[in-house]
DNA sequence: GTGGTCAATGTTTTT
DNA sequence: CATTGACCAC
């Protein structure tokens, strides 16, 4: 431990061994701040003998906390129980033990924002409103802000004249569900820790608490921490408030001001070497920041040497940018660059469409991290909306959700009355004995009554069926299998796997964390509407595609940052507002500085929205870079190759003999269309006729 | 009353 | 371009 902390800069072994008064770490980007946090916890297991299930660290996502956790585990040689985890998480676990004081029931769900999306959308139409001025979506996010302080509800009664009465009814709602949104687990979290015994309880009980990426958390989450360390000052944060990308969500860069605010004795340290990015890389990145107004101030420096010039690729259109793109990671692979020490990244994820095209195209194998998240899918929602319906009584969202999925004939007239009883009659079954009653024909009781089976059936198996076979199961017993036979002749198959790789995730789940039964269902539906993108990230040996937003603290060697254009990065939706603008930048500037060794910004001229050309200009970010730090790439010198192919694969002669990546070289029998998204039916050795999309196809012939 | 088909319509970022 | 809503035939 000794030799390891020798290791350390000056500022670095300061922040490790300072305990004297509550510390304020800000921690530039690349200065090695999760080296910090890992050895002060391992300096305070091994040299200072703190218990370390007493010690609690928390991070920004899951993924960060599992990493934290090995690090420390690689440092100590052993199992160490520290309470790694988010916020969320941390809430989660104070609630399944005291909920009941607040009203929920132990067994509770978390809704996700689509859960939450469907509720609002109930409510909207319950109360006659005008779903164009009150769209679910922002409703749901002025919900949420109401929830997390950044707006009253008076405020924004101006704006939307019902507000306050959806708000208090979707509480309403969600509390009869025994449900709580991610807000509500905060909120709860620091409501059972504002009670005198349960603060006095974990305040003793946690000898240090650490808080990662501090910069992103809200109002809540610093109450919730300074419930636990207020008395004894037993608090390091660690944070940079020039990587602040979260003020959307409630993120208050005032909270680094009140940390010195609420412990006047706080000690401040600043990190302010950087070990990660090329001179060039930080000159760039350092030059960027500079133009915000609102920050505390820092200036990286390292001593790293300036490596590569920044490259910069004035694309024509969307589609010559992701071939540049693509050739030149091709390029680099060809000369020996490993696929996982690539990252592009991008400022919506609209954008990845078109970037994976490119890649397939080239044969690069890629992963895209977020999107649509998989436990976001619909096949997968669907599936544990019966889980759902059969774990709790009381989860209407889901009830309705599988009201007719598969389409069993109930539909919007069933739909109503079955509201009508919820009005009354608490408990899903008891409620659809009654809809089975009130049913106008009988052939709708019969399909009312099958499905009071099939949730009893399920009930009865969570005990006893292991989970692989439960989620099986639920698939026959439902008829959903059928219904994606149905539903979506072309891709049933890929949605069925699916939902058998839920199966083997919750079965591992159950063996890693020995669970079983409802316990297990429980435990694992929070995690999983906990989990985050980067979670989902693989090991393995590919391209990283993901948003500026998932890559917060990650690092790659080569990053390509795409689409730099006004609109887009800034995003238009910022645009109006100084602060709006200055939080694109933090953005931009924590994309920049995840690359180590070189880095490649492109924008293009013409970029398609919906279906129509937009002419762009270059993002205002671009000019903030010095210009001796960047080489704008030729489009000659560009790979050598010729010009571009106007239109990718597809030539204006029919193709002859193409090939897939699944199903190998195939017989063009038909082409219907033109263009990447002809459709073209060819016959495949070994998978028989197929109609697939031109783009998924390379011409042989 | 339900389910299939057609047209319109809408894209920030996410625990 | 892909999802969601409105409309008409069963």
Redesign the pocket.
Same mark, same amino acid.
């Given at each position: 431990m000794k030799e390891l902390i020798r290791e350390l800069n000056q500022q670095q072994r300061e922040a490790v061994l300072y305990f004297d008064s509550p510390l304020l770490i800000l921690a530039g980007a690349g200065s090695g701040k999760t080296r910090v946090i890992t050895y002060k916890i391992a300096y305070m297991i091994e040299e200072l003998g703190f218990e370390p299930e007493r010690i609690l660290a928390v991070t920004?996502?899951?993924k960060a906390a599992n990493e934290m956790k090995e690090r420390l585990e690689g440092l100590l040689k052993r199992e160490v129980p520290v309470w790694v985890m988010?916020?969320?998480?941390f809430c989660v676990r104070l609630l399944r033990a005291h909920s009941v004081r607040l009203g929920y029931k132990p067994n509770f769900v978390i809704f996700?924002?689509d859960d939450k999306k469907r509720l609002i959308?109930e409510i909207i139409k319950d109360l006659n409103l005008d779903?164009?001025l009150y769209?679910p979506?922002t409703i749901a996010?002025v919900i949420?802000n109401v929830k997390n302080g950044t707006y009253s509800l008076d405020s924004m009664n101006l704006y939307y004249e019902n507000i306050g009465q959806i708000f208090e009814l979707y509480n309403k709602r969600l509390k009869e569900s025994n449900a709580l949104d991610?807000d509500d687990l905060l909120i709860c979290g620091r409501d059972l820790l504002a009670q005198e015994d349960l603060k006095r309880r974990y305040s003793d009980y946690f000898r240090y608490v650490l808080i990662d990426e501090y910069q992103d958390t809200n109002r809540i989450q610093y109450e919730i921490a300074l419930s636990l360390t207020k008395e004894k000052g037993n608090i390091c944060v660690v944070g940079d408030e020039d990587q602040c990308?979260?003020t959307?969500?409630g993120a208050n860069i005032e909270n680094i001001l009140s940390f010195e605010r609420d412990f006047p004795n706080a000690k401040v340290i600043k990190l302010e070497k950087n070990y990660r990015c090329s001179g060039t890389i930080l000159k760039a990145a350092n030059a960027v920041i500079a133009n915000n107004r609102k920050r505390k101030g820092k200036t990286l420096f390292t001593e790293n040497p300036d490596g590569e010039p920044i490259r910069l690729f004035a694309a024509e259109s969307d589609v010559e940018e992701s071939q540049f793109i693509s050739s030149t990671i091709k390029q680099f692979l060809k000369k020996g660059v490993k696929p996982s020490d690539i990252a592009v990244f991008y400022?919506?994820?609209?954008q990845s469409r078109i970037l994976e095209d490119a890649l397939r195209k080239e044969g690069i194998a890629y992963q895209i991290v977020?999107g649509v998240?998989f436990y976001e899918r619909k096949e997968i929602k669907d599936v544990i909306a019966y889980l759902r319906v059969a774990l709790f009584d009381s989860d209407v969202v889901s009830l309705l959700r599988i009201l007719?999925v598969p389409?069993?004939?109930?539909? $919007?007239?069933?739909?109503k009355k079955l509201k009508e009883i919820l009005k009354v009659e608490k408990g899903n079954l008891k409620a659809l004995e009654k809809l089975a009653e009130s049913v106008?024909s009988a052939r709708?009781r019969k399909a009312v009554e099958d499905l009071i089976e099939i949730i009893r059936a399920i009930r009865e198996k969570i005990p006893t069926l292991p989970p692989y076979d439960l989620i099986k199961f639920i698939t026959t017993v439902s008829g959903y299998k059928e219904y994606l036979q149905k539903e979506y002749r072309e891709d049933w198959e890929s949605r069925y796997e699916n939902i058998e790789e839920l199966g083997n995730t919750i079965q591992d789940f159950a063996e890693r964390e020995k669970l079983e039964g409802e316990e297990l269902y429980v435990e694992f539906l929070s995690t999983i509407t906990?989990?985050? $993108?980067?979670d989902e990230m693989e090991e393995g040996e590919k391209v990283t595609l993901?948003?500026v937003?998932?890559s917060k603290g990650l690092e790659f060697p080569v990053v390509f940052i795409a689409g730099l254009e006004e609109g887009i990065f800034p995003?238009v939706?910022?645009l109006d507002s100084a602060d709006?603008v200055e939080e694109e930048r933090r953005?931009f500037y924590v994309a920049v500085t995840r690359a180590k060794k070189l880095l490649s910004l492109s924008y293009a001229k013409r970029r398609?929205?919906?279906?129509t050309y937009k002419s762009s200009q270059k993002s205002r970010f671009l000019d903030e870079i010095p210009s001796h730090l960047i080489k704008e790439v030729k489009k000659k010198e560009r790979s050598g190759q010729p010009a571009l192919q106007k239109t990718s694969s597809t030539s204006d002669k029919k193709p002859k003999i193409v090939f897939h990546k699944k199903f190998g070289k195939g017989v063009v029998k038909r082409v219907e269309g033109s263009g990447?998204?002809a459709k073209v039916t060819a016959f495949f050795a070994n998978y028989g006729e197929k109609t697939v999309i031109m783009k998924f196809l390379k011409v042989l012939a």
């Amino acid at each position: 431990m000794k030799e390891l902390i020798r290791e350390l800069n000056q500022q670095q072994r300061e922040a490790v061994l300072y305990f004297d008064s509550p510390l304020l770490i800000l921690a530039g980007a690349g200065s090695g701040k999760t080296r910090v946090i890992t050895y002060k916890i391992a300096y305070m297991i091994e040299e200072l003998g703190f218990e370390p299930e007493r010690i609690l660290a928390v991070t920004f996502t899951n993924k960060a906390a599992n990493e934290m956790k090995e690090r420390l585990e690689g440092l100590l040689k052993r199992e160490v129980p520290v309470w790694v985890m988010t916020f969320h998480s941390f809430c989660v676990r104070l609630l399944r033990a005291h909920s009941v004081r607040l009203g929920y029931k132990p067994n509770f769900v978390i809704f996700d924002s689509d859960d939450k999306k469907r509720l609002i959308k109930e409510i909207i139409k319950d109360l006659n409103l005008d779903p164009d001025l009150y769209s679910p979506s922002t409703i749901a996010s002025v919900i949420s802000n109401v929830k997390n302080g950044t707006y009253s509800l008076d405020s924004m009664n101006l704006y939307y004249e019902n507000i306050g009465q959806i708000f208090e009814l979707y509480n309403k709602r969600l509390k009869e569900s025994n449900a709580l949104d991610f807000d509500d687990l905060l909120i709860c979290g620091r409501d059972l820790l504002a009670q005198e015994d349960l603060k006095r309880r974990y305040s003793d009980y946690f000898r240090y608490v650490l808080i990662d990426e501090y910069q992103d958390t809200n109002r809540i989450q610093y109450e919730i921490a300074l419930s636990l360390t207020k008395e004894k000052g037993n608090i390091c944060v660690v944070g940079d408030e020039d990587q602040c990308i979260y003020t959307w969500r409630g993120a208050n860069i005032e909270n680094i001001l009140s940390f010195e605010r609420d412990f006047p004795n706080a000690k401040v340290i600043k990190l302010e070497k950087n070990y990660r990015c090329s001179g060039t890389i930080l000159k760039a990145a350092n030059a960027v920041i500079a133009n915000n107004r609102k920050r505390k101030g820092k200036t990286l420096f390292t001593e790293n040497p300036d490596g590569e010039p920044i490259r910069l690729f004035a694309a024509e259109s969307d589609v010559e940018e992701s071939q540049f793109i693509s050739s030149t990671i091709k390029q680099f692979l060809k000369k020996g660059v490993k696929p996982s020490d690539i990252a592009v990244f991008y400022r919506t994820n609209a954008q990845s469409r078109i970037l994976e095209d490119a890649l397939r195209k080239e044969g690069i194998a890629y992963q895209i991290v977020g999107g649509v998240k998989f436990y976001e899918r619909k096949e997968i929602k669907d599936v544990i909306a019966y889980l759902r319906v059969a774990l709790f009584d009381s989860d209407v969202v889901s009830l309705l959700r599988i009201l007719n999925v598969p389409k069993r004939g109930l539909g $919007d007239a069933a739909e109503k009355k079955l509201k009508e009883i919820l009005k009354v009659e608490k408990g899903n079954l008891k409620a659809l004995e009654k809809l089975a009653e009130s049913v106008s024909s009988a052939r709708q009781r019969k399909a009312v009554e099958d499905l009071i089976e099939i949730i009893r059936a399920i009930r009865e198996k969570i005990p006893t069926l292991p989970p692989y076979d439960l989620i099986k199961f639920i698939t026959t017993v439902s008829g959903y299998k059928e219904y994606l036979q149905k539903e979506y002749r072309e891709d049933w198959e890929s949605r069925y796997e699916n939902i058998e790789e839920l199966g083997n995730t919750i079965q591992d789940f159950a063996e890693r964390e020995k669970l079983e039964g409802e316990e297990l269902y429980v435990e694992f539906l929070s995690t999983i509407t906990l989990s985050s $993108d980067q979670d989902e990230m693989e090991e393995g040996e590919k391209v990283t595609l993901m948003t500026v937003h998932a890559s917060k603290g990650l690092e790659f060697p080569v990053v390509f940052i795409a689409g730099l254009e006004e609109g887009i990065f800034p995003h238009v939706r910022s645009l109006d507002s100084a602060d709006g603008v200055e939080e694109e930048r933090r953005l931009f500037y924590v994309a920049v500085t995840r690359a180590k060794k070189l880095l490649s910004l492109s924008y293009a001229k013409r970029r398609r929205f919906f279906g129509t050309y937009k002419s762009s200009q270059k993002s205002r970010f671009l000019d903030e870079i010095p210009s001796h730090l960047i080489k704008e790439v030729k489009k000659k010198e560009r790979s050598g190759q010729p010009a571009l192919q106007k239109t990718s694969s597809t030539s204006d002669k029919k193709p002859k003999i193409v090939f897939h990546k699944k199903f190998g070289k195939g017989v063009v029998k038909r082409v219907e269309g033109s263009g990447d998204n002809a459709k073209v039916t060819a016959f495949f050795a070994n998978y028989g006729e197929k109609t697939v999309i031109m783009k998924f196809l390379k011409v042989l012939a």
